[in-house]
Structures are given as structure tokens and as C-alpha cells.
């Protein structure tokens, strides 16, 4: 018989190939669905690529590539026996589970078991060969088999790239000792003892000092004094005080210089008068934080928690499970798969974008967006429990399956690799901001939609801003395309003014008492005032009138040049604190269901209204710049040596680290480490920095009456440190233009607008040539620049008609931050409201309207 096998196999033996260390092995989700090895038919594994299908799909990749040889994977789920004639836990074929896996989430491990089925299988003929069969297969099949069953995750590579490790247990945690120093913790009003810092408090567990940490890039701050009083005392654990909740805390260890895990933490924080079990938590494992309790209705409200509410299931209502603060991904993509246009190009094209899709799918955006709004709209993820009489049981017991059969949601996994690749935050586990994971979608959608149709063109709208010296009261008109309308929420308009000042001053009287805080008070504000503060007037800073030729103060206002297909609104809830951490405003804005927005149409030059003179504003560079321009190279640049010191400490080449920070502007060792990954295969990676030298431009006299365009050109060091990052210059110079040559809001600008194939060549005239002589607000900061109006109206992909719309989706927050809590979503489907929290999908008895974020409207049809 090993002979037999050992023959059959020599045909296939040059295509069968053992996992190298950089290979990833896709074992536990197929490339085009998200059949699993415990979906029915099992997974098959290419034994040359890697790659996982499942049973649908692994015979278009045998005709397409022509390999041959498979590992099907197949896990079976059983439930265990009951009673004491139960029997023994039945034993796993393979002795071990193949899949270097989380164990699935859906099936409680305290009521199932699992075995594993692992065989070869070749194609055409289906011919199967168990495994283990270590006597019977050659070596190199063997070793090549053993490897497969033993590589970890596909995923594991990117999961470590957001920094984060399996904790340890503390070597002190069993040993410390407390001081009986009669310390008790408040439930709120914290503040560090040595200085005035709320924000990224610890609480020491030894002597129950309340103290502030050291800055992070997580934006979390502060001075320094829980190090110090370490450093003084030697007492070596501290928790963070917001962290608390009855699963656990953040604790980190001075002596041993990182985060643990204590096992006797309860025990420890009792000590000092904080009971875990009573800290707020609510479903799902989203946590409020522990010392704001006016968040704790808002989490009740959203997710409707009070409410009976009934599953739905099939086409259409298919949950998404929650990855680890993955909710951001989840929302938006249920909200963009409602809509007609994605479902067309993505769904309606299903076969051939699969049929046409590369050797490595996974690397595909069009295969992942087809697979993704399949596995959403198809139902085949989304079917009712068998047993109908335990439907109510399911609902109440959240981790609890019945059936094997039933679908609890699809796990997102390949999708959120491929298109947060390469994003900074979007790659790492970290909660992120639901605009700007939209925004991001759209521009990678735009990216890879040259040639065919763009769905995201539906938001595509232009917005005509008019500029005007106060002075001589000249206006100048503009043009930029952007995807959706940020409305500011006016806290002064609150209707409720009167209470909300009551309520602010009993807080602050409870919090220099230590006393627990009164009862929240939600500000009310109306939408007509938020519309109303979208359309007043704003300053412009640092305006340069062109008719004074000089600076001089203006103001902006902004109307709509069309009107998109679909109206996005996003209400700016979020504000900076005095730390530079976002902050969410607690407030109720009565959002309409019906949405006209024909008034804010824009008119463009009105009878009797004077144009600025269309002149740019002369470059001023001091004196001592240009005379030592030709010097640039020789001189030492300006480098951040502790972000060089922080990416030296991690093992790369001292001058690539000089380079890193140098060319991403100083803006951080997490920046600088992106660029040494993009750039680590270069020749010259390791060499030192040198400082290309350059010609100033001539500059013009002001006496000219006019100036050249190129008089507008940003400054070149800028426009190099860019460059060198791998933008085109003609983007560079573009972006720098649109965010008034601040290199930070730059980059920002161009990973939010990346330029699709067909503007390229326009964008770039447009960018040496296009006057900008005010910068943007904030609210503006993700728009495109500034357009030429007859290239961009005349466009196609600018949809316009009436401004009348129809709410048909939003999209919730709960928590402070956008680094933290939970978001979830409600969509009207077949008349009625439905709401996606992760993989739960449910009826919606009370959408909190009033309680959104993202707001999607579609146009009218009766319009």
C-alpha cells in the first residue's frame, strides 16, 4: 500500500510544498466565502498555495491553477452527553485540534466537544488519502503535512503588529503587601495627588497612591508621577483606575517594566474599598468607563438592552462578529452593503469578479468586497436554530448554541487584513473613529474601481465655498467634491440650558468633595440649530485678500454644488480635551426622518458681486534661509533622537532610524517605524542621511501686478520629505496646498484621498496650477481640494438632483472616545427598523434617532 500511495502521488510531488517561515496558511476560512472546517462540507487546503475553499469554490481553483492536491480539513461538533451514563469525553481523532485557532466562539466549550478529520485529496478524481499516514506517504508529503496542520493563523503576523503580547502573571502579584493606611478609593472624581491630571490615573497597590502616568502613543498622557513614586517607594504594581470591571483590569508592573496579569486583583482593590463586581459593564463585553456613570443609559438606550427584541435571520440579516473592537468595521460595511449600488458591483458581479480574480484572492479588494457583501446578503450565514422552541432560550443565553447548524454571523477576519494593510490604526485591535473608517473604504473603493463601475460615487457631491474680504467686500468662489456634510451640534442652542448648568455645577461640587456624582443630564439640542450653525459664516485664518494684497480678515460660507445620490451627515459629537484625547459630547439631537436641504443650494456669482483679483500671495522665506539654501546638506538636519532611540531600540540600522524620523517631518517613532517598513529593501536603506540641496526660485517683485503660479508652490522640503515617502509629486504638492502646508494634516490628506487613474493627469496640472489662497476648516479636512468647476460638474461620477432625502440608516456610539466603547447600527429594511449590534440581529422596538452618530439619507424618489 506505501507503495501504491508513494506511486500515486509522484505525478503531483514538484507541486506539493512544506510551509516556509513567510508563508501564511489559510486553514481556517475559505478566499471566496466563509465556509470554515466546521462548515458541511468541510475546508480544502492547496498543498502549493496555501490557500483555504471551501467546497464550492476549491474546483474553480484546480481549474484555474491545475494543482491537484488538497488537505481537507473537516472539524466535528458534537454535543456532550449528560448525566452520570454520560460516557468518556470522546477522544479527537488526530490527538490534537489542527486549527491553531480560537476555539468557535458559538459553541459553549463547556457543552461541546470537538474532533478533527484531517485527509489529501486529489483532483479530478477525488481520490482521498487519511491522515495521519506517516508509513505510507513519502517523507516529503509527510513533513509537508505535519506542517500544515501546525502553522498558526494566517492572521497572527498582523495581530502582532499592533504591539500587543499574551500577558504574564506578576511575580509579586501572590507576595504583595498592602499598607493598612485606612486608604479608600471614591467612585469618582479622581485626580492625581501630585498634580492636576485626571486622565491616565494609577492607583498604586501597595500604599493606594492615585497617581498620573507617562505619555503614550495612544494619546493617553500625563506627568510621569506613578513612575516616580515607584522609583521613591519600590512598590511595584499599579492599576489603571478606568480600566476596572468585574473581568479584570490593566496592571503593570514597574519592576518587572510591563503590563501583568494578577490573579488576586479583587482581593487587592477590596483592600482599598473597590468592589469589581459592582463596576459598570454592560453586554457583549463593552465596558463603560467605571467613573461615568452618565454613560451607562446611553449604552441602554443604543443597544435597546431593556427590550424583548425578536431575531430575524436570512438575506440581508446576517451579523458580523466582533473581532476585538472591530465594531467600527462591522457597522459601516452592514450600512454600505444596504445599499443598491454596492450590492450591484460587488454581489450582482459576484462570478465574474471571482472568476477574473487573482492567483492570491485574498490580496484582492473586489474578491473580499464580493465575498463579504455574499456572505451578508446571501442568508446562508444567517438561518433560525432547528429546534423553534428554543429561539427564546438562544436569546437569553448569548454564548449558548443549540444546533450546529445554525449561523451566528460571519467573522470578518480576511477582509479587515486586506484593507487595513499598511493603515496604521485601522491594522492594529484598537477601537477607531466609524467616519473615518468610511471615509477610508470609499478612497480604497475609488482605487480600485478604475475601469468599472464606483458604487461609492452615490456620496459624491461637490461643495461651492464663497470667500469674501471683509475689507473690500470681494468674494471668490470655489469648488471641492467631499462625501458627506459634518454638522456641528451647538451646545449653547440646548434647549435645556437652564439644567445642564445646574448639573455642571453640583458635578463639580461633588468632585472636589469626593462625592459621588449627581445624576447626568443630557443636553438637548434641536437639528435645525446644528443646520443652522453649518450655514453661518466662519473666519478664515490668516486670509491674504488678493484685491489688498495683504492679509486681511475674511469669512467662508459653504453651499452644495449638487446633491449626491445618498446624503451622509455626521454630527461632530467628538472634541479635543486639554490632554489632546477625544472627547464625546453627551447630547440628544432630534434628527429628522425627512431631510430637505433644497435652501443650501449653492447660487455661485450673484448680480452685483465683485471677483477677487485672481493673484496667489508672494513666498516669503527669510534671509537667512535663502543664504544658506545651498548649505542645506551640510548642515545637521532636525531629527527627533528619542523616536531615533526608540526605532534603534528595536534593531534597526541607527542611520535608517535618522532617516525614518527625518522624512515623515518628526511626527513620531510610530510614523517613522511605517516608513522603515516600506522602505527596508532599499539599497541605500542603511546609508546616511543626506540632505538633497536645491535652488530657491527667483522671487517676484511685488511690484508685479501679477505672479506666476508657480509663486504658490509649497515649500520644497516639504514637498521632498513626501516624495521620498512614495506619493507622486503632483499629489504632494496638492495636498500641501489643501491643508495650507501643514505636513501632519498632509499625509493625513493623502492616505484620505488617494487619486483614481482617470484624475491623475487633470490632478496634476490642477495641483502646479490652482490658486488656494485660504485653507480649509477642519470639518473640511478629509474633502478633495479645490476643483476646477467646469472639469468636475461636467464630470459623470458628480450624481445631482433634489435635496430631499430619507433616513434609512444610522450609525451609534457609546462611550467617551472614539478609542473606546462600542458602536452599533440601525437600518430600515422592508418598513421597518433593524438593528446590527456584531453578530446580533434583531427587530428594532425604540431606535435611538436622537442618540446617532452617521447618518445615511437617500434621495427621494418622489423628488
Known amino acids: 500500500m506505501a507503495t501504491d500511495l508513494g506511486e500515486l502521488l509522484v505525478p503531483y510531488m514538484p507541486t506539493i510544498r512544506v510551509p516556509r517561515s513567510g508563508d501564511r496558511v489559510y486553514k481556517s476560512e475559505c478566499a471566496f466565502s466563509y465556509d470554515s472546517p466546521e462548515s458541511e462540507g468541510g475546508l480544502y487546503v492547496c498543498m502549493n498555495t496555501f490557500l483555504g475553499f471551501g467546497r464550492e469554490h476549491v474546483e474553480r481553483h484546480y481549474r484555474k491553477t ?30 490534537k485540534v489542527f486549527l491553531d485557532l480560537e476555539l468557535n466562539r458559538d459553541f459553549n466549550g463547556d457543552d461541546y466537544e470537538y474532533e478533527d478529520e484531517a485527509k489529501l485529496v486529489i483532483f479530478p478524481d477525488h481520490f482521498e488519502i487519511p491522515l495521519p499516514n506517516i508509513e505510507e506517504l513519502p517523507a516529503l508529503v509527510t513533513i509537508a ?49 501630585k498634580c492636576e491630571m485626571r486622565e491616565n490615573l494609577w492607583l498604586n497597590l501597595t500604599d493606594g497612591s492615585v ?136 454581489v450582482g458581479n459576484l462570478q465574474r469578479i471571482f472568476d477574473y480574480s487573482p492567483l ?6 473586489s474578491t473580499q468586497m464580493a465575498k463579504l457583501g455574499h456572505g451578508l446578503l446571501s442568508g446562508q450565514y444567517s438561518k433560525p436554530p432547528i429546534k423553534s422552541e428554543l429561539i427564546e432560550q438562544v436569546m437569553k443565553e448569548e454564548y449558548k448554541v443549540f444546533d450546529k447548524q445554525q449561523h451566528r454571523g460571519i467573522s470578518p477576519k480576511m477582509f479587515k487584513a486586506l484593507v487595513s494593510k499598511g493603515h496604521p490604526e485601522f491594522s492594529s485591535n484598537r477601537q477607531q473613529d466609524a467616519q473615518e473608517f468610511f471615509l477610508h473604504v470609499i478612497n480604497v473603493v475609488q482605487r480600485n474601481s478604475a475601469g468599472s463601475e464606483n458604487p461609492s460615487d452615490v456620496f459624491r457631491f461637490i461643495v461651492e465655498e464663497r470667500v469674501q474680504c471683509c475689507q473690500t467686500q470681494k468674494v471668490r468662489y470655489t469648488q471641492r467634491v467631499d462625501y458627506l456634510m459634518q454638522l456641528p451640534v451647538p451646545m449653547e442652542a440646548a434647549i435645556n440650558r437652564e439644567e445642564l448648568i445646574a448639573y455642571e455645577a453640583k458635578r463639580k461640587d ?43 480678515a475674511g469669512v467662508k460660507t459653504s453651499r452644495f ?27 440628544s439631537v432630534d434628527v429628522p426622518d425627512f431631510l430637505d436641504l433644497n435652501r443650501l ?41 528619542s523616536s531615533v532611540m526608540q526605532l534603534a531600540e528595536m534593531g534597526f540600522p541607527l542611520e535608517a532610524c535618522r532617516k525614518a524620523v527625518y522624512y515623515t517631518g518628526n511626527m513620531g517613532a510610530e510614523m517613522a517605524f511605517n516608513w522603515i517598513i516600506a522602505h527596508m529593501e532599499e539599497p541605500d536603506f542603511a546609508e546616511p542621511l543626506a540632505i538633497p540641496s536645491y535652488m530657491e526660485p527667483d522671487l517676484p517683485s511685488p511690484s508685479l501686478p501679477t505672479a506666476s503660479p508657480l509663486d504658490n508652490q509649497p515649500p520644497e522640503e516639504s514637498i521632498a520629505i513626501l516624495t521620498s515617502m512614495g506619493f507622486p509629486r503632483h499629489h504632494t504638492i496638492q495636498a500641501l496646498k489643501a491643508t495650507n502646508n501643514n505636513l501632519e494634516r498632509a499625509l ?50 458628480v450624481r445631482d438632483g433634489p435635496g430631499r432625502y430619507e433616513l434609512f440608516a444610522f450609525i451609534s456610539h457609546m462611550g467617551t472616545s472614539t478609542m473606546s466603547g462600542h458602536y452599533v447600527c440601525h437600518i430600515k429594511k422592508e418598513g421597518r427598523w433593524v438593528i446590527y449590534n456584531d453578530h446580533k440581529v434583531c427587530l428594532s422596538e425604540r431606535p435611538p434617532k436622537d442618540l446617532g452618530y452617521i447618518y445615511f439619507y437617500r434621495r427621494l424618489s418622489s423628488c
Open 561 to 587: 454644488g449638487s446633491f449626491p445620490d445618498y446624503m451622509v451627515v455626521q454630527l461632530k459629537k467628538f472634541t479635543f480635551g486639554v490632554d489632546w484625547v477625544p472627547k464625546k459630547l453627551d447630547v
Open 66 to 95: 491545475g494543482q491537484s492536491v488538497y488537505m481537507h480539513l473537516k472539524r466535528h461538533v458534537k454535543e456532550k452527553a449528560t448525566g452520570a451514563a454520560g460516557g468518556a469525553v470522546p477522544r479527537r481523532r488526530n490527538g
Open 510 to 552: 461633588a468632585e472636589e468633595n469626593m462625592r459621588a456624582p449627581p445624576e447626568p443630564v443630557r443636553a438637548r439640542v434641536p437639528f435645525t440649530a446644528c443646520l443652522q450653525a453649518f450655514t453661518e459664516p466662519e473666519n478664515v485664518p490668516d486670509f491674504w485678500s488678493s484685491a489688498l494684497q495683504a492679509k486681511s
Open 601 to 641: 443650494r449653492a447660487t455661485g456669482l450673484q448680480a452685483g458681486e465683485e471677483e477677487l483679483p485672481d493673484l496667489t500671495p508672494p513666498i516669503v522665506i527669510p534671509e537667512d534661509t535663502r543664504d544658506n539654501s545651498m548649505n542645506n546638506s551640510l548642515e545637521s538636519p532636525e531629527i527627533d533622537e
Open 211 to 346: 497617581l498620573c502616568g507617562k505619555w503614550f502613543f495612544d494619546g493617553s498622557g500625563g506627568n510621569g508621577h506613578a513612575l516616580e513614586h515607584y522609583r521613591e517607594t519600590k512598590f511595584p504594581l499599579a492599576v489603571k483606575l478606568d480600566t476596572i470591571t468585574p473581568d479584570g483590569a490593566d496592571i503593570y508592573s514597574f519592576d518587572e517594566e510591563e503590563a501583568v496579569l494578577d490573579p488576586h486583583i479583587s482581593e487587592h482593590l477590596t483592600h482599598f474599598g473597590i468592589d469589581m463586581l459592582k463596576m459598570q459593564r454592560t453586554e457583549n463585553g463593552h465596558h463603560t468607563d467605571n467613573h461615568m456613570q452618565s454613560r451607562a443609559s446611553e449604552w441602554e438606550v443604543i443597544q435597546e438592552s431593556n427590550l424583548k427584541l425578536k431575531a430575524v435571520y436570512g438575506s440581508g440579516y446576517t451579523g458580523i462578529k466582533n473581532l476585538g473592537n472591530s465594531c467600527y468595521l462591522s457597522t459601516t460595511m452592514q450600512v454600505l452593503f444596504s445599499i443598491p449600488e454596492f450590492q450591484r458591483a460587488y
Open 145 to 193: 503535512c505535519d506542517a500544515v496542520l501546525n502553522a498558526g493563523s494566517a492572521y497572527k503576523k498582523q495581530e502582532s503588529d499592533s504591539w500587543e503580547e499574551e500577558l504574564q502573571v506578576s511575580k509579586h502579584a501572590r507576595s504583595l503587601r498592602q499598607q493598612e493606611n485606612g486608604v479608600r478609593i471614591p467612585p469618582s472624581g479622581w485626580k492625581c495627588a
Open 748 to 797: 493625513d490628506w493623502i492616505f484620505t484621498h488617494p487619486e483614481s487613474e482617470e484624475e491623475s493627469e487633470a490632478m496634476s496640472d490642477m495641483a502646479d496650477t490652482e490658486p488656494n489662497d485660504t485653507s480649509f476648516s477642519n470639518a473640511n479636512a478629509h474633502s478633495d481640494s479645490t476643483l476646477s468647476p467646469d472639469q468636475e460638474l461636467s464630470s459623470p461620477r
Open 360 to 365: 492570491d484572492p485574498t490580496q484582492d479588494f
